[in-house]
């Protein structure tokens, strides 16, 4: 059974910057696509970040594009999100997902969730 552990959130000035981790655990690691999703308070979850199995090819919502970035270290079983230029509206918590083969951008297509960890932006 995949299990996912995420870490490094926690409150930072707007402007500044976090680096989210997720653990993996349970089947070979580079069977599977990671992606990001955030989940605000009274919103939907929406989509942050993906990347295929090998780290070759990612993928950015809009509201995050050059602002933030996700790679990948299979040696570690480990995928990050590197948070730059922090906003308000990053505020959120924010989970990993994994799905074999290929990456998607909408949570139905994910088969495995960790529990998230939150972030918290001032202004």
């Known amino acids: 059974q995949v299990q996912l552990v995420e870490s490094g959130g926690g409150l930072v000035q707007a402007g500044g910057s976090l680096r989210l981790s997720c653990a993996f655990s349970?089947?070979?690691?580079?069977?599977?696509?990671m992606g990001w999703f955030r989940q605000a308070p009274g919103k939907e979850r929406e989509f942050v970040a993906a990347?295929?199995?090998?780290?070759?090819?990612?993928y950015y919502a809009d509201s995050v594009k050059g602002r933030f970035t996700i790679s990948r270290d299979n040696a570690k079983n480990t995928v990050y999100l590197q948070m730059n230029s922090l906003k308000p509206e990053d505020t959120a918590v924010y989970c990993c997902a994994a799905r074999p083969n290929s990456y998607g951008l909408v949570t139905s297509q994910y088969n495995y969730w960790g529990q998230g960890t939150q972030v918290t932006v001032s202004s």
């Open positions: 990347i295929n199995w090998s780290g070759g090819s990612t």
């Open positions: 349970g089947r070979p690691f580079s069977w599977y696509a």
